[in-house]
């Protein structure tokens, strides 16, 4: 199994930042893409942003330009830095790692953007 820890998040004013970030621990042998899901209340999970184990980022349109993602593979963690926030970006947001043995969710942080 691979354990997920996240932290950052919080309550933010429209216009303003917060950082995620994510640690894996456990069984970990190759983490081949790492990233951030959200899911707001009523709405599916929908990717935020991944980034492969080469450092190749993807993002969401929603976010593009104003979030940005990275990685270290020396201590298997993933950040995310959320700048220029809006109100639609409140939801918890899900820390998602992915290795041979399959797909990891974390517990979910909450981000909430108030206008």
């Known amino acids: 199994q691979v354990q997920l820890v996240e932290s950052g998040g919080g309550l933010v004013q429209a216009g303003g930042s917060l950082g995620l970030s994510c640690t894996a621990s456990?069984?970990?042998?190759?983490?081949?893409?790492m990233g951030w899901y959200r899911q707001a209340p009523g709405n599916q999970h929908e990717l935020v942003a991944t980034?492969?184990?080469?450092?190749?980022?993807n993002y969401a349109d929603s976010v593009k330009g104003r979030f940005t993602i990275s990685r270290d593979n020396a201590k298997n963690t993933v950040s995310l830095q959320m700048n220029s926030l809006k109100p639609e970006d409140t939801a918890v947001y899900f820390c998602?790692?992915?290795?041979?043995?399959?797909?990891?969710w974390g517990q979910g942080t909450q981000v909430t953007v108030s206008s």
């Open positions: 456990g069984n970990i042998f190759s983490i081949n893409y």
């Open positions: 980034i492969s184990r080469d450092g190749i980022p």
């Open positions: 998602v790692v992915r290795q041979y043995t399959g797909n990891y």
